[in-house]
Structures are given as structure tokens and as C-alpha cells.
């Protein structure tokens, strides 16, 4: 097993003045779990292709271990891949696809077969030793393509959107089972997703990109609740965190902020970091998630100083849960995330409280969190 | 064995070895085994004999006058019976015979001599008769990270069969010839013969496939086109010539893809051929704004929507979005093009500007 390093990294394609990916500087922990999320186009593939040895390196190095591959070929690597477009090869049964790998490195029958065997129970699959790819589902595809990475009991996994093919429900099945399978085998694991709930549940650290630059990478939780700058708070998160741009201003010895349909109080701790920053008069841009804001009559009552009022254009209940679409707050609808229990219905007008201690201001102009950065 | 292989056991045994063929009987009559063995040895009135080889009833020896002791017989009969475990034709022999037919193939394609027969001269030609399916593959590793022929040919008979042949053309790109028993193999147990659908998906299968591991073992990126099988000694030079075209053809209208396939650019041969100026003046007339595709949002929209056969909900899931963001990205450009993609007119023009563009921008 080994970890897996990037340091100051770079990929410029030719003909093109900017870089795919820049000054990329990570450093993987062996046996860690690491999510690569962002937008289309973000640079997160092309990171985990250079990492693969499928690109080559503009600038920068990469170690695998201790050792630097950048001029290693993707089969002495001892890495193992596992991609959206998983081509099993047709002609071959499972068991041969799974062999595959192993019997172009000429290992010893007996041991291609116990590794066979052992990742078909560890993916349930060993019923489907005999099937040939055509008469497999999505699903045991899939599988059958993890399997041929595990084999290989490789010091590193890299997934690129393994699970993209799948419909929801049997994503969410495998996202847990690889999750697991990752956690029993051991292995470092670098996987590329778009989906920031796949990368929320499955990630040890996870790393968002954007236009080829790391915006931010740390733990599920810290990235919810501490995002280091606008992008990273709206993009993780569903519904994305509520934006609200308005003016901060003293009064009465407090701070507040104020926007349409927007009076509410900072707390003191947050107003004293934003006084010496100097934020006091000018426009921000305040970030609310869906839920902190409150409807619980013990949490308005609580709360006199961070009451909003707003009609609900739309409401989704799901169940557990419902999703209120508020109007009459800033310029664009804002979203409620509160009790599926609760009587709200469209059209209503309704108040709620503003859980202060959970806001997040941003620099209007360089967008970066101001209360996460000293 | 070889002259300077000689010469260097001659050195090693420090005695003339003579190259002999002799017949089993002969063998069996001096005092050798009834059914000799490559690297059994006889003590015969000239010297010690060894057998280097066995054809048949007929036997490639070495003789030698130098006295062995049983142990150095041993040893040597060892090496020997090792070296035999090679197929009869060494690698060098088949890409030494390999590279001829190649070099006759790229001569006939340059000629334009589309139906010439693969010649008796050439070694390989018995090995053409039988239904194949080739693969066009163009490497654009770096030459120090490129396969060399023993490697290539290795893995790709680990990966189809042992029936394929290897042939080098042109500098990064070769032909690849695999028999087509390859596509009965990919049928489902108790399914019928494949379809002449069936048959394209296997190989186009078999073609990622393939992309897979050539980049997975060696990285940098290439590209492969296949076709569906021939019969090679009558139609080697019309398949290259169809294979090159579609992975020109390929890479001009759809950069970034990797595996084309020559079913699926029948649009784009008769878009290349168009004449520049007709193709400008389609593309000015059509185009109610000129700077619609500079959007790549629009193009990547657009190429995803055709190539989900204008299926709404495929392409907004393929794209990961919304279907009601998707609908809103085609009324933008029915709005600013004044085409509805979701009309099967419309679709065509815009599928054939899309492919035009994107050959106007490369330029």
C-alpha cells in the first residue's frame, strides 16, 4: 500500500494558453479515501489521468510511495483503474475478464484463480463466473469491473464516476458497497465524482476543483461547515446554501446585516471578527443553509433578533422532511429545509428564525469565506 | 542456430560444432532413442551429436568433436530443450514477414490499388484466407513510451486469441487482424448467432476494449477504428484505406474521442467532401447568430443530445442536469437560431452546422 503525492503540478495541453490543471499540491494519506469533486471541466479527471499515467505531466511531480512515476508507464505503476465506460471485453466470461490482467503478467494459474474467486464472493458475484458480459445487468457489470481492479490488489485505486451508468437506486447501493469494500481492502483510493453526495458519503477528505485549481480540501464535515470560499459553499450541499447580498452595518452597539426582507443581528463573536476586518458599511454576501433556517415556534421565540418573514411560492414534502421555497427574501427564491410534520402549505406567509451562529459571510469581491480566514 | 551462435559455442566447447540433418532412423540406428527429443545426445563416431530440433522423422543435430563430460551433456540438452519451448517461428521471423506484408500494404494504399490480392510472396499469405476482423490502431505515445512489436503483439494475442496477426504500416500505426471466431465467443450462452446490430456493438466492444488496454498498459493516447470482418488476402488494402479514412474523418469532427467506428461517420465523409467554399457559404447562410457555438455549453449540449438520439431525458441524464434545464438550453437556441432541435429538420441542420463548425474552428 502507499500513499500517493502531487506536488505543484500542472497540465497545459498544447495550443491552448491556459492550464487544464494548476499548481495542483496535495499530499494522500496511504489506506485514505479521497474524492475529487467539481463541475464539469473542473480538471478532476485529468488530475486522476495524470495520476494513472493516461496524461502525461506538463509540470511538477507525482510520487506513488516514495518513488516519482512521472515518466512511469501506467502498467508499472501498480495502480488500478476503474472508469465510467467500463469495458468489459465481450468475448470473455467473467471469469476471464477478471483474470485478464493477471494472465498478461504472467501470474501462476492457481493464484489467478484464488484472487478470482476471492473478489467474486467479496462483490457477490460468483454465480456470474460463467456469464459472458452481454447477458449481464448494469449493476453486475459494474461489479465485474471492480472485481478486475481488485485483483490486481493494486497500492492504488482510481475511479473516475464508477457508478455514473447506474440509475439512483442502484448508485446508492453500490456507493455503500465500495465505500465498504475500500474500507476492508485497505487501500488508497483516489475517486472522481460530480456529485457531491457521493462525495459527501464516501470520502475520508475530499477535494474541490475548479477551473483546474484546488478550491478547497478537508473532511466532509468541515467542508459543510467551514467552506473556505462561495463556490465550495454552493456546491456542497442540497439544496445548495441560500446567498443573500446586503449591507452590514452598526447599530445600537450591534451589528446587522440588511437586504430585502433581511434585518437580522450578527452575533457577537462573528461582528467583532468583521469590524476588524473591516467589513462594517459595505455589501456582502450572506450564506444561509436551507436548514438554519427555523420554523419551530421555540426557535422564533429564541431567536427575536434573526426573524424573517416570506411567503412560500413552492413546498416539496418529502416525507421527512419539507423543502419551502420562499419569496419576498432578496432577489432570488430562497430555500427552507424544515419538518415534513409541519403545516406549512404554498401560499402561506410564514416566519422564521435565522440560526445566526451558523452563517457564513463572503467577501463580495474575492468571494472567499471571511470568517474562516484570519 | 545462427552463425554467431555457433561461433559462440564453438568459442565456449573450444572445438568445430557442425550443423547436421539426420533422419530418426539414422539416429535410432547409431545407438539414440527410438523417439528422439530436442536436446538428447548420442555419442556417434565423429564426435558428440545433440539435437537441436525435431521435424518430423527428420532432426537438425549438432556435432561436435569435443569430449563432454555426461554432466556438461546434461546441461547443454537443457539450454536446448528451453530455446525449443519458443514457437517454431521466432517473433523476429514473424515481424520480419510482418513488416513486408505491411510495407505491401501501405505501397498498394499509396497506389490506390484498392483490390490488389495479397501476393504468393508474401510469407503471411496463408495465414489470410480465414474471416478476420481488423483493427486500425494509431499510437501517439512518446516514441520512448511507444510498444515495440513483441510487446504489442504479446498483448494483444493475450487479449483476442492466439489467431491474430500484428502487421506494422505506417510509423505509430498498425493493423491488427483477429479471427472472427472472436465474435461468436461473445455471444450469451444458448443465444442465437449475433445480428448485424449485435455484431457492431461486439465490435465496437472489442475496440474500447482494446483502447483500454493499449492506453492502460502504456498510457498517452491512441486511436482505434474497427470494421467488420473481412477476408484478408482479397481485402486488406480497401479495410486500411477505410480504417485510416475514419479515424481522419474521426478525429476531425469529434476531437476527444478515441474509438471510431466506420458505421458511424457515413455524415461526415460527405460533409469532408464538400467543397470549402459550398461548406461556408451553407454555414453563413444557416446561421442566424455566428457566435452560437463559441458557447462550449451549446456545443457539449447539442453532442449530447444528438448522440442520444434527441431523447430529452437520456441526454439531461447523460449531461447530469435537469430535464427542465435542458429543455430551457434548446429553447435558448430556438430562440437565438430560430432551429427547434426537437423537429427532425431542424435536428438535421443543425447536426450538419454543428459538424461543420467544429471543422471551421479547428482550422
Known amino acids: 500500500m502507499a500513499g500517493v503525492r502531487l506536488e505543484h503540478v500542472f497540465k497545459k495541453y498544447a495550443g491552448s494558453d491556459k492550464a487544464s490543471v494548476t499548481d495542483f499540491n496535495l499530499d494522500i494519506q496511504d489506506k485514505e479515501f479521497l474524492v475529487l469533486v467539481g463541475p464539469s471541466g473542473c480538471g478532476k479527471s485529468t488530475t486522476l489521468r495524470m495520476i494513472a499515467g493516461l496524461e502525461e505531466i506538463s509540470e511538477g ?80 457489470r459494474q461489479r465485474v469491473a471492480l472485481g478486475r481492479a481488485i485483483v490486481r490488489e493494486p497500492q492504488v485505486f482510481l475511479m473516475d464516476e464508477p457508478l455514473s451508468n447506474l440509475d439512483a437506486k442502484l448508485r446508492t447501493q453500490m456507493r455503500a458497497n465500495i465505500s465498504k469494500l475500500m474500507k476492508r481492502l485497505e487501500t488508497t483510493c483516489i475517486y472522481v465524482t460530480h456529485d457531491q453526495t457521493e462525495a459527501m458519503t464516501m470520502g475520508d477528505r475530499i477535494v474541490v476543483m475548479k477551473d483546474g485549481y484546488i478550491q478547497q480540501a478537508a473532511t466532509p464535515d468541515v467542508l459543510y461547515n467551514h467552506p473556505t470560499n462561495l ?29 430585502t426582507g433581511f434585518n437580522l443581528e450578527i452575533p457577537e463573536g462573528k461582528a467583532k471578527s468583521l469590524r476588524a476586518k473591516g467589513y462594517i458599511g459595505k455589501e456582502i454576501i450572506l450564506g444561509i443553509r436551507p436548514e438554519d433556517l427555523h420554523d419551530e415556534p421555540v426557535f422564533i421565540e429564541g431567536s427575536p433578533n434573526s ?68 | 542456430m545462427n552463425k554467431t551462435r555457433l561461433q559462440q559455442l564453438e568459442q565456449l566447447l573450444e572445438a568445430p560444432v557442425v550443423p547436421k540433418t539426420v533422419t530418426a532412423a539414422e539416429w535410432e540406428r547409431e545407438g539414440g532413442k527410438r523417439n528422439p527429443e530436442v536436446g538428447d545426445t548420442l555419442h556417434a563416431k565423429q564426435g558428440v551429436r545433440i539435437i537441436t530440433r525435431v521435424n518430423g522423422t527428420e532432426l537438425q543435430v549438432l556435432e561436435t568433436a569435443a569430449s563432454l563430460t555426461p554432466l556438461e551433456e546434461r546441461l547443454l540438452g537443457y539450454v536446448l530443450q528451453h530455446n525449443n519451448a519458443k514457437p517454431v517461428s521466432s517473433s523476429s521471423d514473424l515481424e520480419r514477414q510482418a513488416r513486408r506484408l505491411g510495407e505491401w500494404i501501405q505501397q498498394s494504399v499509396t497506389a490506390g490499388e484498392w483490390r490488389a490480392e495479397v501476393p504468393d510472396r508474401m510469407e503471411l499469405r496463408n495465414r489470410l484466407f480465414d474471416g478476420m476482423v481488423p483493427f486500425l490502431l494509431l499510437c501517439e505515445q512518446l516514441d520512448d513510451k511507444e510498444p515495440n512489436y ?85 481485402n486488406v488494402v480497401r479495410i486500411v ?36 467554399q459550398v461548406r461556408s457559404r451553407f454555414v453563413e447562410e444557416m446561421m442566424g447568430r455566428p457566435d452560437l457555438f463559441t458557447d462550449s455549453e451549446t456545443i457539449s449540449t447539442l453532442d449530447a443530445f444528438f448522440s442520444m438520439d434527441c431523447n430529452v431525458s437520456e441526454t439531461a441524464k447523460k449531461l447530469f442536469i435537469h430535464r427542465n434545464t435542458l429543455l430551457y438550453r434548446l429553447d435558448k437556441i430556438k430562440h437565438e437560431a430560430g432551429l427547434d432541435v426537437r423537429s427532425f429538420n431542424d435536428a438535421v441542420l443543425v447536426r450538419i452546422l454543428l459538424l461543420l463548425y467544429k471543422v471551421t474552428k479547428r482550422k
Open chain 1, 307 to 374: 426573524i424573517v418573514n416570506a411567503s412560500i411560492e413552492v413546498s416539496e414534502n418529502l416525507g421527512h422532511e419539507a423543502l419551502l421555497y420562499l419569496t419576498g427574501l432578496g432577489k432570488d427564491n430562497i430555500i427552507a429545509r424544515v419538518d415534513g410534520r409541519s403545516a406549512l402549505r404554498e401560499g402561506q406567509n410564514v416566519k422564521l428564525a435565522v440560526d445566526m451562529n451558523k452563517i457564513h459571510v463572503f467577501d463580495k469581491d474575492t468571494e472567499d469565506n471571511v470568517l474562516e480566514h484570519e
Open chain 1, 231 to 259: 463556490f465550495v459553499a454552493g456546491f456542497i450541499g442540497a439544496p445548495a446554501m441560500n446567498f443573500i447580498t446586503g449591507q452590514l452595518v452598526e447599530e445600537g452597539g450591534s451589528v446587522r446585516f440588511r437586504a
Open chain 1, 61 to 140: 511531480k507525482l510520487y506513488i510511495g516514495d518513488r516519482v512515476v512521472n515518466d512511469v508507464a501506467p502498467k508499472d505503476r501498480d495502480i488500478a483503474m476503474v472508469f465510467q465506460s467500463y469495458a468489459l471485453y465481450p468475448h470473455m466470461n467473467v471469469y476471464q475478464n477478471m483474470a485478464f490482467g493477471l494472465k498478461l503478467r504472467k501470474f501462476r494459474k492457481d493464484e489467478i484463480d484464488r484472487r478470482v474467486r476471492e473478489a467474486a464472493r467479496t462483490l457477490e458475484i460468483e454465480h456470474l463466473l460463467d456469464r459472458k458480459p452481454k447477458a449481464l445487468s448494469g449493476g453486475q
Open chain 2, 150 to 234: 513483441n510487446e504489442l503483439e504479446k498483448t494483444i494475442r493475450t487479449y483476442i486469441s492466439d489467431e491474430t496477426l500484428l502487421v506494422p504500416l505506417r510509423e505509430h500505426e498498425w493493423l491488427i487482424l483477429s479471427t472472427d471466431r472472436v465474435l461468436t465467443e461473445a455471444e450469451a450462452d444458448g443465444d442465437e448467432a449475433l445480428g448485424h446490430e449485435e455484431t457492431k456493438e461486439v465490435l465496437a466492444s472489442l475496440a474500447e476494449g482494446l483502447h483500454q488496454l493499449v492506453t492502460g498498459e502504456w498510457g498517452g493516447e491512441c486511436h482505434i477504428a474497427v470494421g467488420e470482418p473481412i477476408v484478408p488476402s482479397e
Open chain 2, 241 to 276: 484505406g477505410t480504417l485510416r479514412e475514419t479515424i481522419f474523418l474521426g478525429r476531425k469532427f469529434h476531437v476527444g474521442m478515441q474509438v471510431h467506428l466506420p458505421w458511424l461517420v457515413h455524415l461526415e465523409r460527405l460533409l469532408s467532401g464538400i467543397p470549402e
